[in-house]
């Protein structure tokens, strides 16, 4: 790992020098330099950062404290901070909770969800006096809810049953729809009727309701008694024909939850400290016009609408699913997970995924101050479904080659988060870990010279990990 006195070794040029020992030994390309920034976040404990992280798990999503580590050195308060592939959240809430203006944009509804459902946060009080009147609202409606589980869930009854919507509320153009067979096979009967009530009333436009279906999507499955189903773990829904394999095999039957009381314990967990002074900004769209949609937001809201940092993972080739894998949620949501899978950009191979980052990067460039810092998380990937991938390794390399550089951006180096990528895809994947990253690349790049040289200048600062940071308590 390089130690921080190693900053002012390292080449500050990409076409400085002859190989370095430290690159080879780092795996990196003789032409590329390493920036040597502490790795404290690895040291963190799991749950760093504010408590609205945790909402619900997000595959491939990077710790608070990763983001904090460059929030902290490359962005003051006030500043925009930027997350164009902004996932479950984390550097649009952590960079709120820092008192800078966190944006996070996400092309998949799902991870639209919870990046809003952070950034304008429902206040403590406004969610439990909604679920209060939820509770209410289902003990007066509770038999007929019942009635319809009880007929999606039995075998006579199931293939004719239809349920509203979700969010279908009880409008006049209620629509009605099928349960899928693995849905109802998850709960327990009662909870199944209290999740069919729950995802026709919920609205996904209003804060307080999106919170609680982001939170909902926290607690849907999971092993401890926190979880409304205990039919698989709360990283990613388990494909449905194992489902019906595994439910089929161990007869399983879901222990009966309250989904009022599951949930409300939930939203005073996440609430375990203040609400972020500043709200957020969570956009749903294309990362390729990220850039320009953000400062049109930002400057609807009177804002400064540049940003002077970038953190953010892109997809990675082939990897994670992020519908398929979510499917039980997205059901909830009332969201089409094949749909999300068409639309996202993780299926690329290597070339058409160096065109798309090159455009995202191009799009990105005018929404950047001049010092901007942009920090790219890009996970290798050995192989695919068990077939090696060519061109899956050493890809942040390429990223920069081929799509940071003929956009004019300048490289301040390559650092490498190994131990932290080994064990998140490693307990994610067990026995098919090979699949997923060996080492995660992180590429600093300046949106200009002066970029440059502010990444490669903050690269040793000492960063506070006191949490909430002194002199900024969240209020
Ligand atoms: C590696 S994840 C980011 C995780 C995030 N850093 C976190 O901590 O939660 C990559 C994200 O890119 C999103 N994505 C894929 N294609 C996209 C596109 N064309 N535009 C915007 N987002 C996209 C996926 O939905 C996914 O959330």
Redesign the pocket.
């Known amino acids: 790992m390089p130690s921080p006195q190693s900053a002012a070794a390292v080449a500050p040029s990409v076409a400085s020098g002859g190989p370095d020992a430290r690159q080879l030994s780092l795996g990196l390309p003789a032409d590329l330099p390493a920036i040597a920034i502490p790795q404290e976040w690895k040291t963190q404990q799991r749950l760093w950062g504010h408590s609205f992280h945790p909402m619900c798990s997000?595959?491939?999503?990077?710790p608070a404290s990763l983001a904090h580590a460059f929030i902290a050195r490359y962005s003051r308060p006030g500043d925009v901070v930027l997350?164009?592939?902004?996932?479950?959240?984390?550097?649009s809430l952590q960079a709120a909770a820092e008192g800078r203006i966190g944006v996070g944009?996400?092309?998949?509804p799902f991870?639209h969800l919870l990046t809003a459902a952070k950034a304008e946060p429902a206040t403590r009080a406004d969610a439990v006096t909604r679920l209060t009147g939820l509770r209410l609202a289902w003990q007066a409606d509770a038999a007929a809810w019942q009635r319809l589980a009880d007929a999606v869930a039995s075998e006579e009854s199931a293939a004719e049953a239809r349920v509203p919507v979700a969010g279908s509320r009880e409008g006049p153009d209620t629509g009605t729809e099928p349960v899928p067979a693995e849905v109802a096979l998850a709960f327990h009967r009662r909870t199944l009727a209290q999740l069919l009530f729950v995802r026709t009333t919920l609205d996904l436009t209003d804060r307080t309701d999106r919170f609680l279906a982001a939170a909902l999507t926290g607690i849907l499955h999971g092993r401890s008694a926190t979880y409304l189903s205990t039919l698989m773990p709360n990283t990613f829904s388990m494909a449905p024909r194992y489902v019906r394999e595994f439910a089929a095999r161990t007869q399983f039957q879901s222990p009966e939850r309250d989904v009022f009381d599951c949930l409300a314990a939930k939203v005073i967990r996440l609430h375990r400290q203040p609400v972020p002074a500043a709200a957020g900004v969570a956009l749903l769209?294309?990362?390729?016009d990220?850039g320009a949609r953000a400062r049109a937001e930002l400057r609807g809201r009177g804002l400064p609408d540049r940003a002077r940092l970038v953190v953010?993972?892109?997809?990675?080739l082939r990897v994670?699913k992020?519908g398929y894998y979510n499917w039980l949620r997205t059901w909830l949501l009332g969201f089409d997970a094949r749909a999300i899978d068409r639309t996202?950009?993780?299926a690329h191979h290597r070339e058409p995924y160096l065109v798309?980052m090159r455009e995202v990067l191009a799009g990105l460039r005018p929404a950047l101050t001049e010092d901007a810092v942009v920090v790219l998380?890009v996970?290798d990937v050995e192989t695919d479904r068990g077939r090696q991938l060519h061109g899956g390794v050493g890809l942040a390399e390429r990223v920069w080659e081929n799509a940071a550089a003929p956009e004019g951006y300048r490289l301040a180096g390559v650092a490498l988060d190994d131990v932290a990528a080994n064990r998140k895809m490693t307990k994610l994947w067990g026995d098919e870990a090979g699949r997923a990253t060996k080492v995660d690349r992180i590429l600093v790049i300046g949106a200009t010279e002066q970029g440059r040289r502010r990444a490669l200048a903050g690269a040793a600062i000492d960063v506070d990990w006191t949490w909430p940071p002194r002199g900024l308590r969240a209020i």
């Open positions: 997000y595959l491939a999503s990077f997350d164009p592939f902004s996932g479950r959240g984390t550097t944009n996400d092309l998949n991870a769209g294309d990362a390729r990220a953010t993972s892109p997809p990675y994670v992020y996202l950009d993780d798309f998380v996970g």
